[in-house]
């Protein structure tokens, strides 16, 4: 019926008159739009196919109702059910709903779930290189990785790498900069990183251990208590808005900053590729569009309750807001070079991803010094 109806409008003439009178009708018949209601982005679909409903799930690495990140994929299934007038209906389970967080990408791989949201540094077991489309410590923010994603080649790379899973990636969220995170006593020089026991995963955590610290793996569910009875004595979390809401504050008194670990790690949408493959044209771009959408809003979200959080640790006074110092922070970047070249020299797949990460960071870096950073600077001074 929808699509009668969208014939019959387009076929009245007094209607076409009035189009014509206002120079949209040379734009509507170089769309084809009446012949063709998939005319413009790509091959002609039957009404068959139009009207084919599709019934997904989508899970993902999040706890049920985690802020921002569950909700960020509940109201992408929720823009694309609108967007594609219920012919794409996405049922997102939480972690552990259907399956466990860490099997999100195997289960996409597999297709026994059509679609996953997390971020790619949770399979570095399976795909070492994946952190780099994540965060990598002292690795570009939200705004370098959106440019280098979209435009500069690293999405391209991105599914290449995903491409032997089976797995179709698509940038859908940012934390942007993290925090340091929490230490139970204060860090003043790279003496009191040696021996320190930290919750912090990935490659910061091999970073810190180069330093002489204990990384230790976690859970976010079991980070409080070990902290509070002293199993870790610091841990990195999100920022502000996330390590108040896992009340990190009431269990250590000093709060570092900046996150040099995870300089704004990004969170990505997986798709199965023979599902992908099944989906009408408009569908395909329905789901491009709403991830970038997606992906904007999460970041933009990330900021502003991040500095809403930021005013209340400022009032705290039991809470210490303090800055790692200089060399602390050379010397963790020091270490971080050694530590992905090394990774790098083991692996070619690994190796390939790097330097292009880096090429790219290189002449990035350049471009935001001359204009964000240094306007930052004549701000401050
Ligand atoms: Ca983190």
Known sequence: ?????????????????????????????????????????????????????????????????FPIFQEGAENFANDVRIMSRGRLDI?????????????VFDAVSQGAVEMGHGSP??????????????SVPFGMTARGMNAWLYYGGGLDLWREVYAPYSVVPFPMGNTGMQMGGWFNKKIESLDD????????????????????????????????????????????????????????????KYYYYP?????????????????????????????????????????AQMEYYNQAALEQIRANKNIELLEFPKDVLDELQRLTKITLEEEAAASPAFQKVYAAYTSFDEHYSDWSNLTEESYQRALRE
């Open 259 to 299: 996150g040099w670990h995870e300089p704004g790690t990004m969170f990505e949408l997986i798709v199965n590729q023979n599902k992908w493959n099944e989906l009408p044209d408009d569908l395909k771009q329905i789901i491009d569009v709403a991830a970038a959408a997606v992906s904007e809003k999460i970041y």
């Open 1 to 65: 019926m929808k699509h009668m109806s969208y014939h019959s409008a387009c076929s009245g003439s007094a209607w076409k008159r009035f189009l014509s009178a206002l120079f949209i009708l040379p734009l509507l018949l170089t769309l084809g739009s009446c012949d063709s209601p998939s005319g413009g982005i790509g091959k002609a679909t039957s009404s068959a196919e139009i009207n084919k409903k599709f019934h997904w799930k989508m899970v993902t690495t999040w706890p049920a109702n």
């Open 91 to 103: 049922h997102v389970y939480a972690g552990g709903e259907l399956v466990p967080p860490l099997q």
């Open 193 to 252: 990183i040696r021996g320190l026991r930290m919750r912090i995963p990935g490659l910061g955590g091999k970073v810190l251990e180069r330093a002489g610290g204990n990384p230790v793996l976690m859970a976010g569910s079991e980070i409080y208590t070990a902290l509070e009875r002293g199993i870790i004595d610091a841990t990195e979390w999100v920022g502000p808005f996330h390590d108040l809401r896992l009340g990190l504050n009431r269990a250590a």
């Open 121 to 134: 540094y949770y399979w570095a077991g399976k795909v070492p290189e994946a952190q780099f489309f994540s």
